[in-house]
């Protein structure tokens, strides 16, 4: 390894990493240093191991006293951070016998988690490796207060960071699609909300748009989401430059990857995908957008969903009669919708720049 300074950060998977991308930038940007990844996932490390962003990528080796001490013998890194909370209490003890300056990036913690059980102290006490918990929210202090610890920061989710950062620009083809209508996008949808705006649209609203942009763009599922409705209100974004006139064309399913943000800059409402299963796609897309929001039932283990909510940015969905109220109540874009839409994108601007709390501690 070259003598520069090494700063090296433990990912789970690809999205704990997408979440600190800012920091990393930032920290690049303002530091000579060489910035590495670990990852446990092969998610994380197959789609990022050429990055340009990093200067290594690798997996982090299974948790045992031995290989914590010869992996940090190989990289000695100056500064070690922990994304989230995928926590290994050897690589942990490691640390701290080492001295090696380590940080918690965007924590977050739960009544629930296992180091909150009363067999759990053991592992409580190797936490005292961090120098600092940067954590997303108060239960998380209130957590490590709980335990002994009182060097932790409160800094928002870092990935209100991330969705500020791209410079998007809508879909030519999406705006003639929508024209003078009200666009309802359906993002990273699963069966469950398919079905939904099955049983709502068409029949329902005159002025009605909808993009569906699936979570599974696999040919079996495509098909499955053609039969719910009538083959003559429904284009696939693949077929769009053969259609001449879109015609009575309601639907738009896309069935290509890598679009939804920019499809949801079009959007004037927009029903996330995995709320029926708990596996919500990523709200704040979205929200930064500005846009009423919408998703299934199943998403309390998301903070910034019941944020959301409790702030009345968010509508929980159960039923069709739920989606057709949701759609009605703001399809006339009028003053509630205006206002609502406003207040979703700045509850996402006012909780940007964690990332710069970080950097700062760091420098």
């Given at each position: 390894?070259?003598q ?35 990852f ?6 197959e ?7 990093l200067?290594?990528?690798f ?5 045992t ?9 190989i ?10 909370y ?7 003890d ?5 001295q090696?300056?380590?940080?918690l990036?965007n924590g977050?913690l739960?009544?629930?988690?296992f180091?909150?059980?009363?067999w759990?102290?053991t592992f409580?006490?190797s ?29 928002h989710?870092?990935?209100f960071?991330?969705?500020s ?15 003078n209508d ?7 949808s699963w ?6 705006i099955a049983?709502?649209s068409?029949s329902?609203?005159d ?7 699936p ?5 079996k599922?495509i098909?499955?989401?053609v ?14 430059a053969q259609?001449?006139e879109?015609?009575?064309t309601?639907?738009?399913l896309?069935?290509e ?7 949801y ?5 927009c ?7 708990g596996?919500v796609h990523?709200?704040?897309?979205a ?19 019941k944020m959301?909510?409790?702030?009345g ?19 006339g ?14 509850w996402?601007v ?11 501690y760091?420098?």
């Amino acid at each position: 390894m070259p003598q520069d300074s090494v700063y090296c950060f433990h990912c789970a998977s690809l999205g704990e990493y997408e979440m600190i991308v800012p920091l990393l930038e930032a920290i690049k940007k303002q530091n000579e240093v060489l910035v590495v990844v670990s990852f446990f996932s092969p998610s994380g490390y197959e789609q990022k191991k050429n990055d340009a962003l990093l200067d290594g990528v690798f997996y982090l080796p299974i948790d045992t006293p031995r290989n914590a001490r010869k992996f940090l013998e190989i990289l000695n890194p100056d500064l070690f951070g922990i994304v989230k909370y995928d926590l290994w209490f050897n690589l942990l003890d490691e640390l701290k016998a080492r001295q090696i300056p380590t940080i918690l990036v965007n924590g977050f913690l739960r009544p629930d988690h296992f180091l909150a059980k009363s067999w759990a102290k053991t592992f409580r006490k190797s936490l005292i490796a961090f120098d600092h918990f940067f954590v997303q929210n108060q239960e998380s202090k209130h957590l490590l207060k709980q335990w002994g610890y009182e060097n932790s920061t409160l800094t928002h989710d870092l990935r209100f960071d991330r969705v500020s950062k791209e410079d998007l620009v809508a879909l030519e083809e999406i705006e003639a699609f929508k024209g003078n209508d009200f666009l309802l996008v359906a993002g990273s949808s699963w069966p469950e909300e398919e079905r939904l705006i099955a049983d709502i649209s068409g029949s329902v609203f005159d002025g009605l748009k909808v993009v569906i942009v699936p979570h599974d763009i696999g040919e079996k599922h495509i098909e499955q989401i053609v039969s719910l409705f009538d083959p003559n209100r429904l284009t696939l974004w693949s077929d769009m430059a053969q259609v001449q006139e879109m015609g009575n064309t309601d639907i738009l399913l896309i069935d290509e990857i890598g679009m939804l943000k920019r499809v949801y800059l079009s959007a004037d409402a927009c029903f996330i995908g995995g709320g029926f299963s708990g596996n919500v796609h990523n709200v704040l897309e979205a929200a930064v957008v500005g846009m009423p929001l919408a998703c299934g039932p199943l998403s309390d283990k998301f903070p910034e969903i019941k944020m959301l909510e409790n702030e009345g940015l968010l509508s929980r969905i159960s039923t069709g009669n739920d989606l057709r109220k949701f759609v009605a109540s703001f399809k006339g874009k009028g003053q509630n919708w205006k206002q609502l839409s406003e207040k979703t994108k700045s509850w996402v601007v006012k909780r940007q720049g964690g990332s710069d709390s970080i950097v700062e501690y760091i420098q």
